[in-house]
C-alpha cells in the first residue's frame, strides 16, 4: 500500500526545518530581487558580474584590495566588490571615426573663449576621435536623460579652481542635449553660479576657490598667503542643502604660497626668504585637504556625499609654461609609454592618502566620501589642450600664453561626466555594501 507521510510542521518553535526552510527562501528572495532589479530599470544598466562581488564576504573582498597599479582606485575602499577599477585603462580610437561630437561650440553657448579649440582653428580634430575603455569592462557614454533623471529634486555643488569650472562648462554642454538651465545665480560674480533645470528641479552651482583653504594674494603678485587650518567658508558655508559636493584643486599649489598656521607663518614654498622654512608644495597640499574635508566632517548642516576628483596633470613640453612651453601632440599617449612620476604622482598620492583618511573617519559618521579618479586618464591626454587656440574674451586684448592647464571643449574632459553618472548609478549597490560590512563589523565588535 503506498505510504502517506505525515506533513512535517513547519511552525515557528515545532521543527528545525521551518528556519532552514526560512533561510532557503530568504535567500533565494534576494537573489532574485538582484537579478531583477539590474534587469527591470535600465537606468542602473547594472552588469551581472556585480551580483556575484556583492555576494562575497567583506573578508574576501578586502583580501583583494591591494594591487600593484598605482592607480586602483577603485580597489583601495569598498568599492572594491565592483567589476572593474574606471581609472585603468587606456584611450581607443572611437568605432566610427567620422560621429560628430557631443556638441559644438556652435550648439553649445557655456564655452568660454578659453577652451573654444574649433572657434579658434585648431586644425586638427582627431583628438575628438577616442574614447576611454577602463581594463575589464566598458564603459557606457554619458546619457543626459539618465544623469538629470537621477538629479531629479536634488542639488549638485563644484568645489575649486578654474578647472572645475572646465568640467562644470562640460556637463552644461552635455546636458544641453536634453536641457539648457536657468540662471538663478545670486549675483553676478562669475566665481559663484547656480543654474536651474527647471523641467526636473536640479540646480548645480559652481563654487569658486583656489586653495581649499582661506587665503588671498599677497602684497606681491602671484605669491599668496594660505591659512592651512582654516575654513574658505566662501564656499563651506554654502554646502548645506547640497546632496552631492565635489571638490577639487592643484594648479593654483605651483604658485609661491606662504603657509599660515595658528595665526603665524610657519613655512612656504618657493618663496626662497632665509627667515622662512621652505617646506614645499606637499605640505600645503596634503594640509589643505585635511582642512577642506574636516570642514565637511564636521558640518552639521551637510549630510550629502562628498566626491574627490583628483589631480588633472598639465602637459607642458620644451619649456615651463611662462617659458615657451607647449603641447602640440595630436594623439594620447599609451599607459605602458608613460607612467606618472615625479611632482605629479607625489601630489595624486597626497590627495589620495588624505581622501582615504577623510572616508575612514567619514564611515564611522555615516558620511559618505567618493573618489572620481581621473588623474591617468587625463596624464594620457597631452592632446586635449587648448595650446595657442584659445582666446580671451572678446574685447580683452591681452595675450594668452600657450594653454596646457585646461582643456578643449569639447574634449577629453568630457569622460568626467562619464565617471560621474557611472557612479551615481552605482550608488545604491556601494552604499547597501558599506551598509552591511558596517553590520557586520558591529556584530564582531559585540562578541
Known sequence: MLQVQAPTDLRP???????????????????????????????LNYSLLLLKASLES???????????????SGNLSIFSALPCD?????????????AAPPYTNDTCWAIHEHLNCLKYGRP?????????RPDGCELPAFNPAQFLELMRHKAFAFVGDNIARNHVQSLICLLSKVEYPIDVSPSRDEHFKKWKYMSYNFTM???????????????????????????????????????????????????????????????CHDCFLDNVTELGI????????????????????FKGITYLRTFAPAHFENGLWNQGGNCLRTEPLKSKDSALEGMNLELYMTQME??????????????????????????????????????????????????????????????????????????????????????????????
Open 13 to 43: 518553535g515545532k521543527n528545525g526545518q521551518y528556519r532552514t526552510l526560512m533561510a532557503i527562501l530568504g535567500g533565494a528572495l534576494a537573489l532574485l530581487i538582484l537579478i531583477t532589479i539590474p534587469l527591470t530599470f535600465p537606468l
Open 58 to 72: 567583506p573578508t574576501s573582498a578586502a583580501s583583494s584590495a591591494f594591487r600593484p597599479q598605482i592607480f586602483a
Open 86 to 98: 574606471l581609472a585603468v585603462g587606456e584611450w581607443i580610437p572611437n568605432s566610427n571615426p567620422n
Open 124 to 132: 586638427d580634430h582627431g583628438f575628438l576621435q577616442w574614447r576611454w
Open 205 to 267: 552651482a559652481f563654487l569658486w576657490t583656489t586653495h581649499l583653504v582661506k587665503s588671498q594674494e599677497s602684497s606681491t603678485k602671484g605669491v599668496f598667503d594660505l591659512y592651512l587650518d582654516e575654513f574658505d567658508e566662501a564656499w563651506t558655508s554654502q554646502i548645506p542643502g547640497f546632496d552631492y559636493v565635489m571638490i577639487s584643486s592643484g594648479q593654483w599649489f605651483l604658485h609661491p604660497l606662504y603657509f599660515h598656521e595658528n595665526g603665524r607663518v610657519i613655512g
Open 282 to 301: 606637499y605640505h600645503g597640499y596634503r594640509k589643505a585637504f585635511r582642512t577642506a574635508f574636516k570642514a565637511i566632517l564636521t558640518s552639521e548642516s
Open 354 to 447: 588624505e581622501f582615504r583618511r577623510a572616508e575612514r573617519e567619514g564611515r564611522k559618521k555615516g558620511i559618505k566620501f567618493r573618489l572620481l579618479d581621473t588623474t591617468q586618464p587625463m596624464w594620457l591626454r597631452p592632446d586635449g589642450h587648448p595650446s595657442q587656440y584659445g582666446h580671451w574674451p572678446q574685447g580683452n586684448d591681452s595675450s594668452l600664453l600657450n594653454d596646457c592647464v585646461h582643456w578643449c571643449l569639447p574634449g577629453p574632459i568630457d569622460i568626467w561626466s562619464d565617471f560621474l553618472l557611472h557612479m551615481v548609478k552605482l550608488e545604491g549597490i556601494r552604499s547597501a555594501q558599506e551598509r552591511a560590512l558596517l553590520a557586520h563589523q558591529t556584530e564582531l565588535n559585540q562578541r
